[in-house]
């Protein structure tokens, strides 16, 4: 998905956990006072915040520095900081720190390495001349409105991530073309129903001892499936995006 849809969902999370928290009921005194003597960590103070938020930002480049060339395009110090701000977001979700001497090579390779592929992806997409219409963007845009909870909801993620729904949009019709690409280099292969019954098996297995209880067989088997053909597309895409990348001409200077 593009960074700054990615990075839009990241906050959509977030905002959802907070209405959601907002909601609940109060919890009795009586479990309160069991949870207050319960030791918690303690928020961030504002001041930690920012400290957080200056090494984020230090990790960044100048907008206007070429940080890449793929095939004769420069790629921008604009372009590579909303990919590093969405990777960052990313590793702060799994509850990692960003901002360690380590952590920030690890981020700088992998958004380097994200803004090359998107890159090399669209720039086939727009040899093949794959495009999304007016019609799959706005039904794209209604699908993300309605599972974040209404245009309110969403004018508030925007206004989280300082962007209009304009700039949502143009995020979405890439996607749409990247998705049609992969279709079109990496269609999916049909799973057998022996695949189908060996993820099964599996995930029996590892749900035994505990509370899981799995769907029967035969409810199951249309969601392994396509879990299966996705998991199948998804590496044939990724060994196509290596070899575009070993065809490529690609020089990076950061």
Do not use: W
């Not at 890449?68 to 420069?74: K, L, M, P, T």
């Not at 309605?146 to 909801?153: K, L, V, Y």
């Not at 949502?168 to 079109?184: H, W």
Request: charged share 35%; with cysteine.
């Amino acid at each position: 998905l593009p960074f700054v849809a990615c990075a839009l969902a990241l906050s959509l999370a977030a905002c959802n956990d907070e209405d959601k928290a907002a909601k609940e009921e109060k919890p009795k005194q009586e479990t309160a006072a069991k949870e207050a003597k319960q030791e918690t960590p303690a928020a961030p103070s504002k001041e930690e915040l920012a400290d957080m938020q200056a090494k984020l930002d230090e990790q960044q480049v100048d907008k206007k520095k070429t940080v890449a060339i793929v095939n004769d395009e420069e790629l921008t110090g604009d372009q590579y900081n909303q990919a590093l701000t969405s990777i960052q977001g990313q590793m702060q979700q799994m509850g990692q720190d960003p901002t360690s001497k380590e952590a920030a090579e690890q981020i700088k390779t992998q958004t380097l390495d994200s803004l090359v592929n998107q890159t090399l992806i669209r720039q086939k997409a727009a040899e093949a001349k794959l495009t999304a219409t007016e019609e799959e963007v706005n039904k794209e845009y209604a699908t993300y409105e309605e599972q974040i909870g209404g245009e309110e909801a969403m004018a508030k993620a925007l206004e989280a991530q300082k962007m209009d729904k304009e700039t949502l949009k143009e995020q979405i019709a890439e996607s749409i073309v990247f998705g049609k690409y992969q279709d079109k280099v990496a269609p999916p292969k049909e799973v057998t129903e022996e695949e189908i019954q060996a993820y099964y098996d599996q995930a029996v297995a590892q749900a035994e001892g505990t509370e899981q209880k799995l769907p029967p067989f035969e409810e199951a088997k249309g969601e392994i499936k396509g879990i299966l053909e996705q998991q199948q597309q998804q590496e044939l895409f990724a060994t196509h995006v290596e070899k575009l990348k070993a065809d490529a001409k690609i020089e990076l200077k950061i």
